[in-house]
Nanobody, 124 residues
Framework: QVELLESGGGLVQPGDSLRLSCVAS????????IAWFRQAPAKEREFVAS?????????SYGKSVQGRATISRDLDKRTMILEMNNLRTEETAVYLC????????????????WGKGTQVTVSS
């Protein structure tokens, strides 16, 4: 029902900042909340950040990015943004956006709509 397309990944140096975007497309969408995850080879998928689509002030962040990441969204552009700074080499991963369409799924962190991801490589 919702198509998610990430962009903004690439090669950055340690300590750099990065801005990732995820666009929700389709003739119509019903998004309750969106989130960013990351997946590195041979590592478990990690929660990065989430935000309710229609509510401000309820952003949530993974512990490893606390203080270094900001999630936001542009309702008119159907876009969510992840801004990160002080990037570390170990944060090299495919960054994926995901969506839930109900409060119950959001509460359970049952994200079942996913984009294909954008590669972020942090290397000097």
């Amino acid at each position: 029902q919702v198509e998610l397309l990430e962009s903004g990944g690439g090669l950055v140096q340690p300590g750099d900042s990065l801005r990732l975007s995820c666009v929700a497309s389709g003739l119509s969408t019903h998004i309750y909340a969106i989130a960013w995850f990351r997946q590195a080879p041979a590592k478990e998928r990690e929660f990065v950040a989430s935000i309710p689509w229609r509510t401000d002030g309820m952003e949530s962040y993974g512990k490893s990015v606390q203080g270094r990441a900001t999630i936001s969204r542009d309702l008119d552009k159907r876009t969510m943004i992840l801004e990160m700074n002080n990037l570390r080499t170990e944060e090299t991963a495919v960054y994926l956006c995901a969506e839930v369409d109900s409060f119950s799924a959001y509460s359970a962190m049952n994200y079942n709509h996913w984009g294909k991801g954008t590669q972020v490589t942090v290397s000097s």
